[in-house]
Nanobody, 120 residues
Framework: QVQLQESGPGLVKPSQTLSLTCTVS??????????WSWIRQPPGKGLEWIGF???????YYSPSLKSRTSISRDTSKNQFTLQLSSVTPEDTAVYYC????????????WGQGTQVTVST
């Protein structure tokens, strides 16, 4: 079994950089076959894909967020990190980390989500 846990500040000021970490625990062999992904859900809206990092280290980002997004990984700690720069109140959302299967493209594992509010 695999578990994911997001961590990071719940409040970020406008123009600053949002930084969240996802810690992956459990079967490390299983996690090799997944895209390590970040997804968010703004209040009253649907899920929005932010991007992912593959096991190779390659990264892919949503075109609408690409200029402000960076996803990195620390394999020694089994963690991956999201950085979103120049945030505005429109970046307020529940942020989720998730693992998406290479094969089925399903999101098989999710973190519980963490609320991030952008406000002064």
């Amino acid at each position: 079994q695999v578990q994911l846990q997001e961590s990071g500040p719940g409040l970020v000021k406008p123009s600053q950089t949002l930084s969240l970490t996802c810690t992956v625990s459990g079967d490390s062999t299983t996690t090799l076959h997944y895209y390590w992904s970040w997804i968010r859900q703004p209040p009253g809206k649907g899920l929005e894909w932010i991007g992912f990092i593959a096991y190779s280290g390659s990264t892919y980002y949503s075109p609408s967020l690409k200029s402000r997004t960076s996803i990195s990984r620390d394999t020694s700690k089994n963690q991956f990190t999201l950085q979103l720069s120049s945030v505005t109140p429109e970046d307020t959302a529940v942020y989720y980390c998730a693992l998406r299967s290479w094969v089925t493209l399903r999101y098989d594992y999710w973190g519980q989500g963490t609320q991030v509010t952008v406000s002064t």
